[in-house]
């Protein structure tokens, strides 16, 4: 039973690119969260969606950031016209249902030159 | 003040010794109480998950949460060096929509 994949790995882009991190929640998981993390900080909560739907996008920038989760694929978290301050790892968790345990993928490091 | 407050460390303790790692948080609506291990460049690990006051064991990793001076804390009991790593307190409300997570605590443990 795969865990929660994340891809790519890592992911380097030039200020202005636009920057799609995908993840695959575990298998019968419909629950995907985005965590960011920058060094010596915990984790930021940006934004929870179920399949189709965005829940909560509280923490997520109004410009620039959007997330999805269709019917079928992964979830996706895309950046357009990245800058600097944008590099961080970004981490993705799914559950199989509000309220219960969080599984973490092994993150998507994003670096901006 | 932050919602979540941990010591960032970081820590260090000779193999063998107990470790306590601590969070103290403001919202009272948190009612779900997790401790996440991570180590360097993986994602966050789940170790312990409770939801009421009391302590939890698990092997080595024991959990306390005082929900009336809104405080949990993670034991860990004969330390070993494969738990260097960086231990985050995490904690949400009831529907889980927005879990909020402590900065981490990074812990050494040295043989």
Same mark, same amino acid.
């Given at each position: ?15 202005? !690119?636009?920057?799609?991190?995908? @993840? ?17 900080? =915990? ?15 509280? =923490? ?20 357009? !016209? ?9 981490? @993705? ?10 599984? $973490?993928?092994? =993150? #998507? ?5 | ?21 601590? @969070? +103290? ?17 993986? =994602? ?5 998950? +409770? ?10 990793? +024991?959990? !306390? ?14 330390? !070993?060096?494969?738990?260097?790593? #960086?231990?985050? @307190? ?10 909020? $997570?402590?900065?981490? +605590? ?6």
């Amino acid at each position: 039973n795969a865990g929660v994949m994340q891809n790519p790995r890592h992911l380097v882009r030039r200020r202005g !690119q636009e920057a799609r991190l995908r @993840c695959s929640p575990m298998k019968g998981h419909s629950h995907v969260y985005w965590y960011r993390q920058l060094p010596e900080e =915990g984790l930021k909560f940006m934004v929870y969606l179920q399949k189709e739907n965005i829940i909560d996008e509280s =923490g997520m920038p109004k410009e620039r950031f959007s997330a999805e989760f269709p019917k079928e694929g992964p979830s996706i978290l895309r950046i357009q !016209q990245v800058v600097r301050g944008d590099s961080a790892a970004y981490f @993705c968790a799914s559950s199989p249902a509000s309220g219960e345990k969080l599984f $973490f993928g092994s =993150g #998507t490091q994003l670096s901006v030159l | 003040q932050k919602e979540v407050e941990q010591d960032p460390g970081p820590l260090s303790v000779p193999e063998g010794a107990i470790v306590s790692l601590n @969070c +103290t948080y403001s919202n009272s609506a948190f009612q779900y109480f997790m401790w996440y291990r991570q180590y360097s460049r993986k =994602g966050p690990e789940l170790l312990m998950y +409770t939801y009421s006051s009391g302590n939890k064991e698990d092997g080595r990793f +024991t959990a !306390q949460v005082d929900k009336s001076s809104k405080y949990i804390s993670l034991f860990i009991r004969d330390s !070993q060096p494969s738990d260097s790593a #960086t231990y985050l @307190c995490a904690m949400s409300d009831a529907n889980n929509n927005d879990m909020r $997570f402590g900065a981490g +605590t990074r812990l050494t443990v040295k043989p």
